[in-house]
């Protein structure tokens, strides 16, 4: 099963960028439907993107559309999100998951997690 191991996070300021990037092992993430997640305290884990294993289909939570951008590289075996435009309430803990099967929004869908990155945003 594949392994996945986020990295990228920190502390900015707003306005900042971040590149994640989510590097797969004991897997191809080509055979994967791949999202990240994230999770504030005390909310629960929201989505924020996801790429279609199939045709490549995108999809982004509202709250990103225009500042954030999910690739992969599958020659890497590493998913990537580009987050642009930083503001406080990005704070979170973003994770990698990936799915065989299903390539929607909802956590139930992914079979496998990273650890997750710590992304603070302070104003």
């Known amino acids: 099963q594949v392994q996945l191991v986020e990295s990228g996070g920190g502390l900015v300021t707003a306005g900042d960028s971040l590149r994640l990037s989510c590097a797969a092992s004991?897997?191809?993430?080509?055979?994967?439907?791949m999202a990240w997640f994230r999770q504030a305290p005390g909310k629960e884990r929201e989505f924020v993107a996801q790429?279609?294993?199939?045709?490549?289909?995108?999809y982004y939570a509202d709250f990103v559309k225009g500042r954030f951008t999910i690739s992969r590289d599958n020659a890497k075996n590493t998913l990537y999100l580009q987050m642009n435009s930083l503001n406080f309430n990005d704070t979170a803990v973003y994770y990698c998951a990936a799915s065989l099967r299903f390539s929607g929004v909802t956590r139930q869908e992914y079979d496998y997690w990273g650890q997750g990155t710590q992304v603070t945003v302070t104003s």
């Open positions: 790429i279609s294993r199939i045709d490549g289909r995108i």
């Open positions: 004991g897997g191809t993430i080509s055979r994967y439907n």
